[in-house]
């Protein structure tokens, strides 16, 4: 009688199996087995071997130091999970770098309505020199480099950019509300 399930094995039996605590793998050959148990359980495309076995293995070392056995149920629901989380995280940056090019498109073409030469970059001295109302400011292209902005990305050219079209509005604002 063989080991594995087969076309003639009722779903119930296979659930049993996947909810009943098993021993994990304690050497190459096991690891092995156990790895095509859960891919094969997990019913995910199978585009990155490598990548699955790295989570699978990764999942293995977070367990606690008292595990010895646990249901394939976790492992094969917790990889999917990740593909889930993988995908949403992808579609999270998508998101939130169309919102940021947006808002970066819509007050840079204010600014450069307003005033088409406020800022340009110096090929002799690296750098950025903007003017806003007359007033002329200049950016050490070193500062720029070094200067972090409040979430702990590094500033350059992109933020500079939004961070002018900002800093013009509010002067612009500024001046409006004072007349």
């Not at 071997?49 to 990764?58: G, N, P, Q, T």
């Amino acid at each position: 009688m063989s080991k594995h399930n087969t076309v003639d094995t009722s779903v119930d039996t296979i659930l049993a199996q996947m909810n009943e605590k098993r021993p994990l793998p304690m050497g190459r050959a096991e690891f092995d087995v156990w790895i095509e148990r859960i891919l094969s359980g997990s019913l995910l495309p199978c585009t990155d071997r490598e990548s699955m076995e790295f989570a699978l293995a990764s999942m293995l070392m977070h367990l606690g130091p008292q595990e010895s056995h646990k249901e394939d149920a976790f492992f094969i629901h917790s990889l999917r999970k990740s593909a889930v989380n993988q995908v949403a995280h992808a579609r999270m940056i998508e998101i939130k770098s169309q919102a940021e090019a947006k808002l970066k498109d819509e007050l840079t073409k204010e600014v450069c309505a307003a005033h088409p030469a406020a800022y340009r970059v110096d090929a002799e001295k690296p750098g950025l020199t903007f003017e806003i109302d007359g007033e002329r400011a200049f950016i050490d292209e070193n500062v720029l480099k070094k200067t972090a902005l409040p979430d702990g990305r590094k500033l350059f050219h992109d933020d500079v950019d939004l961070i002018f079209a900002k800093a013009y509005l509010q002067k612009k604002n500024e001046k409006e509300t004072s007349q």
